[in-house]
């Protein structure tokens, strides 16, 4: 998927934004009840994010590959609508569970997907297949002088 690793990069961002605006909030009106929100607005937005972010931008062939358009397509709006529906649920409206718990499996199947592309991705064979990688580097356990 063409810059998936800048849009990933600039999602982070942008939810980094929001996290630390909620936490500032929460501080200032002295009402911590919503920080699960605040805590998985960071950690699967603002964290997760710039890890994938800066995978895809280590792994050039992961981020062209089909599953990492599934992985995008499936976590990004899903992770939305999870902390739409969480910020709900935490200010009373029981009735958003089930949508809330629809998202967060959405969100895992886009996890499931990168998990799947990190797999086989950084396997050895893979690796030695990356053109820009001197033979030998990169190695795990290399580096040590003959
Ligand atoms: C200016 C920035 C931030 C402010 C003002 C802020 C504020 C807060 C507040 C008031 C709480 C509730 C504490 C409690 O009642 O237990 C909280 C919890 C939390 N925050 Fe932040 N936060 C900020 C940034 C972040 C960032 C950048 C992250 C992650 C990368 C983060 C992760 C968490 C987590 C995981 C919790 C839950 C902790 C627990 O389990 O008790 N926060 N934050
Ligand atoms: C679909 C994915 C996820 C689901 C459904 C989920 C669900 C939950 C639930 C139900 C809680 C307890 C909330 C409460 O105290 O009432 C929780 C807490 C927590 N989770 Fe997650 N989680 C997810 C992903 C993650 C990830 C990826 C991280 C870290 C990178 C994370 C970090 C935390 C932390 C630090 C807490 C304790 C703070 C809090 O209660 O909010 N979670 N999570």
Known sequence: MKNIDGLFMRLAAIWFLAGVAFGIGMAASHDHGMFPVHAHINLLGWVSMS???????????AAAATLARWHFWLYVPAHFVMMVALALLYRGVSAIEPLAAVASIVVALGVVCFAVLVWQQTAPAAREQRAHIPEGAGVAGGGAPN
């Open 51 to 61: 890890i994938f972010a800066a995978f895809y931008r280590a792994w050039p062939k």
